[in-house]
């Protein structure tokens, strides 16, 4: 598998937000979003270690940290990625978070689900790329039909125009009855203010405002945290 980084800290968004995570970074990626805050780890010359499931599992293992996100670029096209999340959840009591772009099917993993004793121990925290992402056109929203009460969609929004969009799919989708939601701000785009206005506007109820957290205890651009 192709590791660009690994780390430990907080996780900076999604539903564990503030707790401890070990983070493995993979590379490549299907889109190109506007406002892409890892754009360096889906270069085609990102540097990168080749590692085996057995090496991240047993790296997990013996970390301490029951907490795992696995990000990227995004992680869901790494063939081995079903192999890795099976042998994580035979850890006890790890929890694994995947943070994927929504344009790749996630039934190859959440199946996974079915394995006796990983009830609430996999988590997908999926985007749904607005307009301003340039990047809308490849949402495969036939996943949400996979997604629980432990999973997230995010919105990342930019705009009056993204945030109306966003609540275009929330409303068409139901999905406050289906699973969290977040509306994060492109950072350094848009207001949160704007957004908690909008949101008071349209009465969304048990729809969330997030700020990446490890944007605003570290600079922004800062990689390994």
């Known amino acids: 598998m192709k590791l660009a980084e690994s780390f430990i800290s907080i996780n ?4 564990r937000a503030g707790e401890l995570a070990l983070f493995l970074r993979f590379t490549g990626c299907n889109l ?10 889906n270069e085609a010359g990102c540097r990168y270690e080749e590692k085996s499931v057995e090496e991240l599992v047993g ?4 970390s301490g940290i029951k907490n795992v996100t696995l990000t ?10 079903p192999d890795l999340v099976e042998g994580l959840l035979g850890l006890q009591g790890t929890r694994v978070e995947i943070e994927t772009n929504g344009a790749v099917p996630l039934d190859k993993v959440a199946r996974l689900r079915s394995i006796e004793g990983t009830s609430g121990r996999l988590s997908f925290t999926m985007d749904y790329k607005l307009p301003s992402s340039g990047c809308e056109a490849d949402m495969l929203t036939d996943n949400f039909r996979l997604l629980g009460q432990e999973d997230t969609v995010k919105f990342v929004s930019g705009s009056r ?11 068409e989708y139901d999905l406050t009855k289906r699973c969290h939601v977040y ?11 704007v957004i908690v206005d909008f949101m008071k506007e349209k009465k969304m109820n048990d729809v969330r405002l997030q700020l990446q957290l490890h944007k605003l205890i570290w600079e922004p651009d800062r990689r390994g945290v």
């Open 59 to 62: 790296y997990v293992s013996s």
């Open 183 to 193: 509306i994060s701000p492109v950072f350094g785009k848009i207001d949160p203010q």
């Open 32 to 41: 190109s979003c506007s406002y892409c805050d890892t754009r360096w780890a």
């Open 161 to 171: 125009d993204d945030l109306e969009r966003a609540a275009d799919i929330i409303s």
């Open 12 to 15: 900076g968004e999604g539903v």
């Open 72 to 81: 990227g670029g995004e992680p869901m096209l790494q063939r081995e990625l």
